[in-house]
């Protein structure tokens, strides 16, 4: 796990890519992320929920259960509910489980 420095959505590609990330493992992702982490050559497992450690420990091990059709629908349209949450259900974007 890494710090973002407070780099937000838009920069995700180049802050992963700069940090020499290969993979990423996430809950919900939107299409943009997912196109730019394509485009970087990063390999994208999401819909993971669970332990952090627990999920690094599936895919070294190759038992990883993932989506590759996952797709956070709540960045197809502006809002202002605030910040999303670990676990909470915000337009469609679950993200991770209760231990993240």
Partial sequence: MVDT?????????SFLTEAC???LICGGIGGGAQSALA??????LGGVSGNTD??????????LVY?????CTHHDHEHTCGAHHCGEDKH???GNGSDC
């Fill in 5 to 13: 420095n407070g780099q937000g959505h838009g920069a995700l590609s």
């Fill in 54 to 63: 627990e999920a690094v420990r599936n895919y070294i091990s190759g038992n």
């Fill in 21 to 23: 990330v290969n993979v």
């Fill in 39 to 44: 485009e970087a050559g990063i390999q994208l």
């Fill in 92 to 94: 469609g974007c679950a």
């Fill in 67 to 71: 989506n590759p059709d996952v797709y």
